[in-house]
């Protein structure tokens, strides 16, 4: 349906209104009245914002997450209909623009992806096949199942890790984070290199436990075959109990 000239006129006055605080010319205007629309409508950024975002919030000052909300309400272009979707279009505003908050927190990027990504993994669709399919029971010969429902996060800084308010530029590096959905929530874990290469091997290579550490030996001369194996299993048995290993197939039920 398509509006006419006047009408379309009045409404993005109205909307911009809301959106930046500065009057247009609207026919027929209680003034006293418009600003509860104002009020109403930038509650309902900001409290959605501070939900998904609280460790970004209670990083910045008061006066630091109002002028960046400020912006993003009166700037942004939504692209979205998903009120729940919204905060990753905070975070991508903030990416794309020049703010002072930036460089004054150079982990706040690393910080509003981490929360963000929380609430993707929470709300995304069922991707784990039958789990009934499963066994629980870990052999050497069992082939490993992880859970599909993750990312793996690279990071310069540990906001998983650190207070946000206690990391500065000196804990800068390479960071890994598991984040994954298990159990009606999101967990996360710090990775080393290796378990990030171990969940790719299991993954795409559908090891088996005994040719996922003949593997590790291989390409780990200089360490111990004791310490890989350790390691592996100690890794193995904590993923199954958190819920990332989702459980185990045997040779013939994976073929």
């Not at 460089?103 to 009934?132: G, V």
């Not at 994954?180 to 436990?209: G, H, M, T």
């Not at 310490?227 to 592996?232: G, P, R």
Request: include cysteine; glycine fraction near 2%; aromatic fraction near 14%.
């Amino acid at each position: 349906m398509y509006l006419n000239n006047y009408t379309e006129t009045q409404q993005n006055n109205f909307a911009s209104f809301c959106k930046t605080n500065v009057m247009q010319p609207i026919d027929g205007l209680t003034e006293n009245r418009i600003h509860h629309y104002r009020t109403l409508i930038y509650g309902v950024f900001d409290d959605s914002l501070r939900s998904a975002f609280p460790l970004t919030e209670n990083l910045l000052k008061d006066e630091e997450w109002k002028f960046i909300v400020d912006e993003f309400v009166a700037k942004n272009k939504s692209q979205t209909q998903q009120i729940w979707q919204m905060p990753y279009e905070f975070y991508q505003f903030i990416y794309k623009n020049d703010f002072e908050v930036k460089t004054k927190y150079p982990h706040l990027m690393d910080l509003l992806l981490f929360e963000w990504k929380e609430i993707e993994l929470y709300m995304m669709e069922d991707k784990n096949d039958d789990l009934n399919k499963l066994s629980l029971e870990i052999y050497n010969h069992s082939k490993i199942v992880v859970n599909k429902e993750y990312e793996i996060l690279q990071l310069s800084f540990p906001v998983h890790l650190k207070l946000s308010g206690t990391i500065s530029q000196e804990d800068k590096g390479v960071c890994y984070v598991l984040m994954f959905r298990a159990k009606d929530k999101v967990q996360f874990f710090d990775l080393s290199p290796f378990f990030v290469w171990l969940i790719y091997e299991i993954e795409n290579n559908n090891y088996s436990i005994e040719q996922l550490i003949k593997k590790s030996e291989e390409l780990n001369k200089n360490i111990s075959c004791k310490i890989i194996k350790e390691n592996i299993l100690k890794f193995i048995y904590t993923m199954h109990s958190k819920g990332f290993i989702l459980g185990f197939k045997n040779e013939k039920e994976i073929k």
